[in-house]
């Protein structure tokens, strides 16, 4: 049974499934199934094509809830990607955030990667090694310009174990800080309603 995650709370997130709660879908790539490919994200063939090591419902410590993301083949084979398409406004300043752990051991492995991108260009950047984020999860935050329409991918590599990946945040900065003119509006009308109450009084 699904269980909250933390992202889920977060008003204005624009991420689906952000903490990989909802559900997962089956796909199948040269005669290999993958059946944990969480809802509302899309793999690429090198994700299917490696259940054992990607997909949510996998055994691995989520950072909150029950559920995680699992990613990582091994270095020497095609990098699994898993993306998904967010619906944001032209201009705006977006906030985002990704909780990541290293199951890689303390030495780990120095060609392991991982890689938060928006449209394929990486806005987190993890190497293993003593440089990965372990023993625990590590918050990892960005921002971006949104387009209208930009996509958000994880990618990754490693061979000791496994990146896990949680609670994926993308929320407007823009909107959710009050604008000038919406603060005057709301301060003239706190004003008209007090000169009102004192009328009354009198």
């Not at 918050?139 to 949680?166: A, C, I, M």
């Amino acid at each position: 049974m699904a269980g909250a995650s933390i992202c889920d709370a977060v008003a204005g997130n624009l991420v689906a499934n952000c903490g990989f709660e909802g559900g997962v879908y089956s796909d199948t790539v040269g005669g290999t199934t993958n059946n944990g490919i969480p809802n509302g994200w899309t793999p690429n063939a090198a994700f299917v094509q490696f259940p054992s090591f990607n997909g949510s419902g996998l055994p691995g410590p989520a950072h909150s809830g029950n559920f995680v993301l699992s990613i990582g083949n091994f270095d020497s084979e095609p990098p699994p990607v898993l993306t998904q398409t967010l619906s944001d406004i032209v201009g705006d300043t977006y906030a985002a955030s990704v909780w990541v752990y290293y199951s890689g051991g303390v030495v780990g492995d120095p060609a392991a990667f991982l890689d938060v991108e928006i449209n394929g260009t990486n806005q987190v950047a993890l190497n293993g090694g003593p440089s990965a984020p372990y023993p625990d999860y590590a918050l990892e935050t960005f921002s971006f310009v949104g387009t209208g329409s930009d996509v958000l991918g994880v990618t990754g590599n490693t061979n000791p174990g496994e990146w896990y990946v949680d609670d994926v945040v993308v929320t407007d900065a823009v909107s959710a800080v009050p604008d000038p003119a919406s603060i005057a509006l709301f301060g003239a009308a706190f004003a008209a309603l007090a000169c009102v109450r004192r009328r009354g009084i009198g």
